[in-house]
């Protein structure tokens, strides 16, 4: 243990880097995802198109191989941008598949007579969506939303093979320099997973909690 | 879905859409000839980066390493069936400490990223003399986690099984045991079928974390393929093109099998499923 005492602020720094990775491909999935949503629900036919081709093209693909796709394949089309980038792009691309369906499931939970009565007083398309739909859709998605962002945390260390010093390749680091440490090791960065995890879920619960309303 | 969002559109509504199909056909088509511009800019559509992939030796590659993956995840699968069905008669048991147990390794597993989980087998279990190689690493990380996540859906299902039918097994003088094996669980594998094979599709693409360890799966034999001849992004494509037709196939299975024993006796299947299940795992 005198070895992880030792290296407890790179191991931390790991962590801070898989809650940035985290924390903004969330962000971003969440906008992107609730967008392709949107186009998958919308009357448009071609966006309609695009969200579902999107949407099944990345589901079936592994994120692994996304991971190469961004940050091996973007540099050879003359895109440049540090391993984080790639990595947050990598998460954000594949994580938006899955909240989009979590939106759209959120958004068909919504009942059909909320939306009727919104066309029947004249609203458009988009006031009926974000004025009625979504509002209440977010509130039904709050359960499964947490799912994929706990799924997120745990995709993060798919980076380990990608140059991105995030949690797990802290720890094949460190227990490539001192093996003796490495069941130290696995317990601690098994911990702070784990202590990720319950963030997560306890967010979610919160969340749930204050959202919920008396139907 | 059978919209609630929108009428049968009259004359305006159509209008309006066709000018919505228009300005968002004609953006998509932007962003598309964007994309293509900037990946034929880059040479990314020369001869020498595609001619490989008709060529017998780099197919062998390919082919090798989809073997790989399926090996790997058709071991693992069987692997997690086992432990997950542990698991689950284990977090159902009538004694506690099994319980706690099973509840414990269930929640542990799942809590764990799976390639942490690969990394432990891989890093820490030949600290303890456990000699594991690439493949056993896979093969034991995708047990690991898929097992307990099977667990769950096998709880869920034993769950889902109607009461009555339990209650008429015990008055028969079954056993407990008796009760789960020839009760609980044929009806609860009738229920899960569907969402089982969609979790095949989940572990199908997590095998391609065997990327990390370097254990030559299909993803890993791409990787062998673009060292060497420098096509990143063609090779991308066609391992992904790969990738997508096996699971779509499988998703066409699973809803297959949805139609085919799912609704029946009024229980629905997959509702008590947890909702992580087909989404989001790695």
Redesign the interface.
């Known amino acids: 243990m005198d070895f992880v005492w030792e290296q407890r602020d790179v191991i931390l720094r790991g962590f801070g880097t898989t809650v940035l990775l985290a924390v903004s491909s969330g962000l971003l999935a969440f906008i992107f995802g609730t967008l392709l949503a949107v186009m998958r629900?919308?009357?448009?036919?071609?966006?309609r198109w695009?969200g579902s081709a999107y949407v099944?093209?990345v589901r079936?693909?592994?994120?692994?191989?996304v991971f190469?796709?961004c940050t091996?394949?973007l540099p050879?089309?003359?895109v440049r941008l540090a391993f984080v980038t790639f990595a947050i792009i990598a998460l954000t691309v594949y994580?938006s598949a899955?909240v989009c369906?979590?939106v759209r499931s959120g958004i068909?939970s919504v009942e059909?007579g909320e939306?009727?009565a919104a066309?029947a007083v004249g609203l458009p398309?988009h006031q009926?969506?974000s004025l009625v739909?979504l509002p209440q859709a977010f509130r039904a998605v709050i359960?499964?939303l947490g799912?994929?962002y706990?799924?997120?945390?745990?995709?993060?260390?798919?980076a380990?093979?990608f140059s991105v010093a995030e949690a797990?390749s802290i720890?094949?680091r460190l227990?490539n320099d001192d093996?003796s440490a490495?069941?130290s090791l696995?317990l601690t960065?098994?911990v702070g997973?784990?202590a990720l995890?319950a963030v997560v879920f306890a967010g979610a619960r919160i969340l749930e909690r204050s959202t919920a309303i008396v139907r | 879905?059978a919209?609630?969002?929108?009428?049968v559109?009259g004359p305006r509504?159509r209008n309006r859409?066709l000018i919505?199909?228009i300005v968002?056909?004609l953006v998509?088509v932007a962003v598309v000839a964007f994309v293509i511009k900037?990946?034929s800019d880059?040479g990314?559509f020369r001869r020498e980066f595609w001619e490989p992939f008709g060529g017998a030796g780099v197919q062998r590659i390919l082919l090798r390493g989809l073997l790989a993956t399926l090996r790997a995840a058709g071991l693992a699968l069987v692997l997690a069936l086992l432990l997950g069905t542990l698991l689950a008669v284990g977090r159902l048991s009538s004694r506690a400490p099994v319980r706690a147990v099973s509840t414990a390794v269930v929640e542990?597993f799942r809590?764990?990223?799976?390639?942490?989980l690969i990394?432990?087998a891989f890093?820490?279990l030949p600290?303890l003399g456990i000699d594991t190689g690439p493949f056993s690493s896979v093969v034991i990380g995708l047990t690991l986690y898929n097992g307990s996540v099977l667990a769950e859906i096998f709880r869920a299902g034993i769950l889902a099984v109607p009461r009555g039918q339990v209650e008429a097994a015990f008055s028969l003088g079954l056993s407990k045991a008796a009760v789960t094996r020839l009760i609980q669980l044929p009806q609860a594998v009738r229920v899960m079928l569907p969402v089982l094979v969609s979790q095949l599709?989940v572990l199908l693409?997590?095998?391609?974390?065997g990327?990390?360890v370097a254990y030559p799966e299909l993803?890993r034999s791409?990787?062998r393929i673009?060292t060497n001849v420098g096509n990143?992004?063609p090779t991308?494509i066609v391992?992904?093109a790969i990738?997508?037709a096996i699971?779509?196939a499988l998703?066409t299975l699973a809803s297959y099998l949805e139609r085919r024993f799912g609704g029946g006796r009024g229980s629905r299947p997959g509702a008590d499923v947890?909702?992580?299940i087909g989404?989001?795992?790695?």
């Open positions: 629900v919308g009357p448009v036919p071609p966006l695009a099944t093209v079936n693909t592994p994120l692994t191989l190469v796709f091996f394949g050879r089309m003359e994580t899955f369906e979590a068909n059909a939306i009727e066309r398309f009926i969506l739909v359960p499964p799912s994929v706990n799924a997120l945390v745990k995709n993060t260390s798919v380990v093979a797990s720890f094949r227990a093996a490495t069941w696995l960065t098994a997973y784990m995890a | 879905m919209t609630a969002l929108y009428d559109p509504a859409s919505g199909s968002g056909g998509l900037r990946l880059t990314q542990l809590a764990l990223p799976l390639v942490f990394l432990f890093i820490g600290e599709v693409k997590d095998s391609a974390l990327f990390i993803l791409g990787r673009y990143v992004i991308a391992v992904a990738y997508i699971n779509l998703s947890p909702p992580e989404l989001g795992a790695p």
